[in-house]
């Protein structure tokens, strides 16, 4: 576990939950980004402990049980089960973040998921961003929830109920994009929506849109 | 009064005050932190002072009739009165904290209770966040006004009516936590309800997950 | 015109239009602070150069009738003309400052005072905010405009419809602060009004706190 | 293309880049700005890169059909089609810019034109800001729906539907100070609506305000 690929991983880890401070995703210490290690383990943000004071040997090394594994000094975040159950579910799944993001989770506030209205939403969703069950925390619950809403759909987000907001990636890193994405659109849905009604985009043109952006964009 | 912990203490809330100020909790000078230093006296901000300019030196110490003691050379803040009651009606809090937060302080104007429908609210709050009574400052009625419509509640925070938020905790830091998730959920909740209805939690979801979140969460 | 207490104001206007800056008042170009020099002189923000780039010589030295005195080598701001008549008219004002701070100019658009409903507006205003004629730029009618709609009035601060704020003060650095609280209450007041009717304050409870922030308040 | 004049620019575009991300109007690698370099070519940035990692060098430099020209390592924005439309049609362009800012973009997904009720819109856009037609990304569409809704116009802004900002300009700074005046004012006309209904400005009001902002503002 102190290979070099880990200790790379850790540092990350604490890079990206200092993007989700600067993307205003996160007040004091409530959401966190997780990353798969190898088949058996991830790491994930310590339980309370502020951001500005995350180190990458602060990230705490679990099983996919949710399980720290022996000789860790801190206790993982209490919603390390839900990110377990993501990665024995998913294992396309690499990174998985969980925000309290305002206009995401005023959505799930209303169990409303948020409509597929503008071309960036379609481009990284591929359609609505849906809503979760909702499930306390500690056990499987959140962790189904996730992984149930999101099978059969291209959302990389989830939006759970009166909760907040959970997203996967293949990497930690394009987790966190998903996260920071979901709070845009949902903020630009939510103003559109506040003085009338946001024209729908058509199935075929989402289609297409998501289709080039998950294949003709970037390097 | 010169002892280490006073001096701590001292620097701790020049660092509170400037959380307050980067929670965007605050403008200008018109928000305030204190902290219990011994069980006849506690330090505040000093009157009017813009928070860039706040040194340790520059707390005011003041006994629990919110009198500043011999020596002070600068007045305390003009909501003194209000601190000082809540720490003689209330030997529990360590720390007390009031701002103006946007969101909170526009529900407080209305006379509007907070509704608990976030788990984070259940989290920190264990309940809707209350409304006190309308006070002239100056008195003893901010400081009744707090401690009277808290008594019997989960909540650390109360939002006093067309005023704004005073929260109390067991360490100033702990109050100052209060006040940023405070003003957190009054604006996931405030925007939930722009565009419908918050579902609500169920009464014993909330105190499910209120007692773990006490007594499971952190190190 | 180059003495010591000249120096110290323009260094102090580069200081406060930074300040406009930070507390998100301005954008661009858009805002500008002015500071009386001596019974016959004003110095004010050049027109058109960006915030960051603004230099204690920069400033431009103007007479009362708000042409540039001999020597000058910047234009000075095209608002000009309503500092100057403000001064002119206004003989206890040290300081004017102009915004298009986003709240307080939406309500200037819709021509409708804020009502004074927060103890923090009866301390810094003693009632509403008051608005004042449509009026076009480049000649008397903007500051024709400010001084009649603040007459008789304890308010710092009027909103010019359809165009933006203006605030006066004994010093730049009241005026600035007036500026801040001005948005910042109209920002409160504003989302107080989205979900409901914000509670009136007492025309006497105001007089009291107005003139309790007036003369007890600060150091 | 290695000319001092070449070279400077690609500066002032990292520059301008980073100038979106000060100004909010632009999250993760949603936005880019481009410059006419001579009558054949124009510099673009690079699909996909974040913006801290923008470097002088990393800037694209394409031919007015949006192909890159030879030697260029990466890849130019998936924009680049509808920017090359713009220089090839607009020959008093030397800027263009693209933002999703979400107040303009949530005006966008209504098919809504920001009403011109504010004197700083006047100055800038001489009129409302209009809305162009949904078109795909890829090909001519987006472009020619800019300059098609564009012409006959004051603006140098067009809200593409369900999309978001275009902006042009003389230069490509004058074209992100349109993209920053377009979002202040979708902002606060937003804001202003969600109240009531802001006071039309007279079409003489505006030409007048539009002809002395262009003429006589600046240094």
Chains 1, 2, 3, 4 share one sequence.
């Not at 849905?189 to 964009?217: C, F, K, M, T, W």
Request: net charge negative; proline share 6%; aromatic share 6%.
């Amino acid at each position: 576990m102190n290979d070099p690929h880990s200790a790379q991983l850790r540092r990350e880890l604490v890079d990206l939950h200092r993007t989700l401070v600067e993307a205003a995703l996160v007040v004091w210490t409530a959401g966190n980004v997780s990353a798969k290690v190898d088949d058996r383990h991830f790491l994930i943000k310590p339980s309370g402990v502020p951001y500005d004071r995350l180190t990458a040997d602060s990230m705490v090394l679990c099983d996919l049980d949710g399980r720290p594994v022996e000789g860790q000094t801190l206790k993982p975040s209490s919603d390390v089960f839900a990110h377990a159950y993501v990665y024995r579910h998913r294992s396309d799944v690499g990174g998985v973040v969980h925000t309290h993001s305002p206009y995401a989770t005023a959505w799930a506030a209303r169990n409303e998921p948020i409509p597929c209205v503008l071309t960036a939403m379609a481009d990284e969703f591929g359609g609505e961003i849906p809503v979760g069950p909702f499930a306390l925390i500690g056990g499987a619950d959140i962790g189904k929830g996730i992984v149930d809403t999101l099978a059969g759909r291209r959302s990389p987000a989830v939006l759970m109920r009166n909760h907040g907001v959970f997203t996967v990636g293949e990497t930690p890193r394009s987790a966190v994009k998903a996260a920071v994405m979901c709070e845009d659109v949902a903020r630009t849905v939510h103003l559109s929506r506040q003085l009338g009604e946001p024209l729908p985009l058509r199935e075929a043109d989402i289609d297409q849109l998501y289709d080039r952006y998950q294949n003709v964009y970037g390097q």
